[in-house]
């Protein structure tokens, strides 16, 4: 039911993974938070996970015609308590000066997932509270799980440690 | 926002109090310390700032990432064979946990069947798991409220259980026993009896607890009514597991969206009413009951047959075959050299550990490594109800509030 309803209310945003999965909605990015808005008077009352994806080298995936695929994707898992189903909302983000509006006024739980996307993946949430790196230190240079980060490219920094040079 | 939005610091980290300053406070100034990173009640390495007014926690920022080792990343290098070395070290009191979801993700992505046998191990095994983990949580948890007793006999109770893990997986922790396929090998001989007596003796230790624990007032004085949250809140801050249950929500993945074979075992969901420390308390030391109660069936209803999968792809030929078939041994070598080859796709797979909700995102591009690998590990975003729970409560209490919200920092900052 929720399937329908959802494809009849946002045309061109919603496609189905396959028969079996949870349904995924791939909204224009501009709409992104409009989406999520109507998701969650859908009853989708808990957000999940939040998590950034970096398709720097592999741009095959498949995703609805209207949609170009871009270098980051964005990857929201909603959870519906009472309807106990999933929905997941894609939704790509370019990789000049990556912006997304914040979806923490609707589920303030995505408030830490999107701190971390940011730490680790540079992308930048419009309107959030907090928008600083959570996980690496404050002064931290580069964003580690970004595909061109090479792994044991910087040496492992401590803030109050004494500097080489 | 109907949650505590006031009780969020947002401040940078580096805002808390300098001692060297040696600055007195004027009567109603409030004041920013630290609690932790070294702090022996913080679990490992958290860090809370807290804005105190006097004795009481008015907002808190939990501050993380001291132990990120970045797993994440070491995951995207690793072949699926190898990565579930990986993840088993990110929830260190629940490895098991970790390792199933990341075995069901790549499963899912491979799209293969595992054997029956192999799916009821897994389940024992998860149980048990959890009957360790929430037995280490009484452990800590009595330390950090000062009963030393407690301590002791949740460290006593959990060494049964990683006794018949070591000898299981050849190892107490992180076993790398749960691989995408089915598991490294079955059971040992006699198991049955090992697991019964596990079973029966911490059956019997809980009623123990119940005794000089549950009923104790000073631990009841300590506890209850200390660091409410509200279903409301906690659904918002996408709290779960027993820290949701505690505020009265009967969410549990295993009842609510089963998986292996959780439909076909018979028990209870556990849940709190008022959402307080002792809830929290109460839910987890129940949920021990309740995981006795499944491995019980589980040993009444597991199949004989094979333990993993014997699909060729992604299962190494057996140690016997490598001696007399060349074939074999060019197999084994390429599957722990290369690996195997996931089809290309997306998935998020969850599982109820011990802490809540565990997922696994992983996206594969076709080759033997994948492009992401995503773990929503519940710990971090439990964390986030801490400042919800301490506002207005005491300093003294934040040690019993953050220990009920049992966080694994390996698994916070992964």
Known sequence: MAEELLESKYKNAVALSDATGPVTVFPEKRKYHDIVAALKLDGYNFASDLCAVDYLDYM????????????????????SHGLARRVKVRVQVESDSPHLPSVVDLYPGVENMEREAFDMFGIVFDSHPDMTRILMPEGWEGH?????????????????????? | MTYGHSSFLR???SSAIDLSEDQILGPGEKMIVNMGPQHPSTHGVLRVMLELDGETVLRSKPIIGYLHTGMEKTGEELTYVQGATNVTRMDYLSPLSNELV?????????????????????????????????????????????????????????????????????LRMNHNYIRPGGVACDFPDGYEDDVAVICDTVEKRLVEYDEFFTGQPIF??????????????????????????????????RKSMPYLAYDEVDFDVIVGT????????????????????????????????????QDTKVTPPPRLRID????????????????????PGEVYVAVESPRGELGCYMVSDGSAKPLRMHIRAPSFVNLQALPPMLSGSLMADAVAIISSVDPVMGEVDR
């Not at chain 1, 095959?60 to 929201?76: D, G």
């Open chain 1, 60 to 79: 095959e995936r498949v995703l609805p015609t209207n949609l170009s695929p871009q270098r980051f994707e964005i990857v929201l898992n909603l959870l």
């Open chain 1, 144 to 165: 580690p799980l970004r595909k061109d980060y090479s792994v044991g490219r910087v040496p492992v920094q401590f803030k109050e440690a004494p500097q080489p040079r």
């Open chain 2, 11 to 13: 401040l940078p980290e």
């Open chain 2, 102 to 170: 990341f075995s069901l993700a790549t499963e899912s992505l491979l799209n293969i069947e595992i054997p029956e046998r192999a799916t009821w191990i897994r389940m024992i095994m998860c149980e048990l798991n959890r009957m360790s983990s929430h037995l280490m949580w009484l452990a800590t948890n009595g330390m950090d409220l000062g009963a030393t007793t407690m301590m002791i006999f949740g460290f006593r109770e959990r060494e049964l259980i990683l006794a018949f893990f070591e000898k299981t997986t050849g």
């Open chain 2, 220 to 253: 009841r004085k300590r506890v209850e009514g200390v660091g409410t949250l509200s279903a409301e809140t906690a659904i918002e801050l996408s709290i779960t597991g027993p820290l949701l249950r505690a505020c009265g929500v009967p969410w549990d993945l």
């Open chain 2, 274 to 309: 008022v959402g307080d420390t002792f809830d929290r308390y109460a839910v987890r030391i129940n949920e021990i009951r309740e995981s006795i109660k499944i491995v019980r069936q589980c040993l009444d209803k597991i199949p004989e047959g094979d333990y993993k999968s």
């Open chain 2, 324 to 343: 007399e078939s060349m074939e074999a041994l060019i197999h084994h070598f390429k599957i722990f050299t290369e690996g195997f080859r996931v089809p």
